[in-house]
């Protein structure tokens, strides 16, 4: 069965939410192939939403590893999307606060995957000091700060953020990914959020060693 089944004409967020947890599923099950046809399938049904957080969960799903040069020219109108979003962001609850740290933190992604690694760095700085405290969100946003600031040469800066990543990770996945779906709701982090955060760690020290 495929993996994307649902309406092309739901562009909405509640379309896209059931579908985060299928990307970091097939990569850390090694369905690298699947993995792939499966971003694309979410290419063709939501990549031209207009719904901020609709185009932050499907950056999540579809940046999750690093992307060609066709894959990134069809995620830049989600990346201007995000962009305006958080440019005109109001932040009056706790609600506002998680939401709009998601969508700083896939717009970092993306910005990463772009090689714009100063804004994507500008951007992890800004959440990690946001009022949401999401422990998996802001786990990925050290490592994406790792990436950063290695690739822009600032390589004593990017072990100490890898590590504090490294650090949020062994704990908030004690058990690897034996026992993942015990873990966590969405304050301490969804189990498919931490699978996330393990891949990204494993791409940053893949490219930056193990410290």
């Not at 309406?7 to 099950?29: M, Y």
């Not at 901020?52 to 109108?77: F, G, T």
């Not at 998601?102 to 100063?118: D, K, T």
């Not at 490294?166 to 026992?179: D, E, F, H, Q, V």
Request: hydrophobic share 45%.
């Amino acid at each position: 069965a495929r993996a994307v089944q649902v309406d092309k004409s739901d562009l909405t967020d509640e379309a896209t939410r059931g579908l985060l947890c299928v990307a970091p599923t097939l990569v850390a099950a090694g369905d690298i192939d699947g993995y792939h046809r499966f971003v694309w399938e979410t290419i063709d049904h939501f990549g031209q939403t207009q719904n901020p957080i609709a185009a932050e969960q499907v950056v999540k799903i579809c940046a999750l590893l690093p992307c060609d040069e066709s894959l990134l020219d069809a995620l830049e109108p989600l990346g201007d999307i995000l962009r305006q979003s958080v440019d005109n962001v109001r932040i009056w609850s706790t609600w506002d606060a998680y939401l709009h740290a998601w969508r700083v933190w896939a717009l970092a992604l993306l910005e990463y995957r772009l090689g714009n690694y100063e804004d994507a760095a500008s951007s992890s700085r800004e959440n990690l000091m946001s009022r949401d405290s999401t422990p998996s969100r802001a786990a990925m946003d050290h490592i994406i700060l790792a990436m950063s600031l290695y690739q822009a040469g600032s390589v004593e800066e990017s072990l100490d953020q890898l590590q504090s990543g490294k650090n949020m990770i062994a704990t908030g996945l004690p058990y690897g990914l034996s026992r993942v779906v015990e873990v966590g709701s969405n304050t301490e982090g969804f189990w498919w959020d931490w699978v996330a955060a393990r891949i990204l760690l494993l791409e940053a020290e893949s490219l930056m060693g193990n410290p």
